[in-house]
């Protein structure tokens, strides 16, 4: 099964731009997911199994190396990474 997530990341300090930096460069290690960024969020795609495992993996990785941060998530069955041609 296909899915789609939104993730934002909230770091609970001053300097958090480079934990999200980090936060997405690991993302973008696992070859079998796609990754979109922007100003608000991230999206990733891919199987389901394998999106929400690259996702466990980094968020717990962020929890052990930057303490306090809130993730928000919005996942969907199915790819959604097709942008739409109006």
């Known amino acids: 099964?296909?899915?789609s997530v939104e993730i934002s990341m909230h770091?609970?300090?001053?300097d958090y731009k480079?934990?999200?930096i980090d936060f997405i460069k690991r993302l973008?290690?696992?070859s079998f997911i796609t990754i979109e960024t922007n100003?608000?969020?991230t999206q990733i795609f891919g199987n389901y199994k394998r999106?929400?495992?690259a996702i466990?993996?980094?968020m717990k990785n962020t929890f052990a190396e930057e303490g306090k941060v809130v993730f928000n998530m919005k996942v969907m069955n199915g790819n959604l990474s097709e942008?739409?041609?109006f």
Do not use: F
């Open 28 to 30: 973008r290690k696992h």
């Open 83 to 85: 942008k739409p041609q």
């Open 56 to 58: 466990n993996t980094e």
């Open 39 to 41: 100003g608000m969020s």
């Open 51 to 53: 999106v929400m495992n």
């Open 1 to 3: 099964m296909e899915c």
């Open 11 to 14: 770091p609970l300090n001053a």
């Open 18 to 20: 480079p934990a999200i």
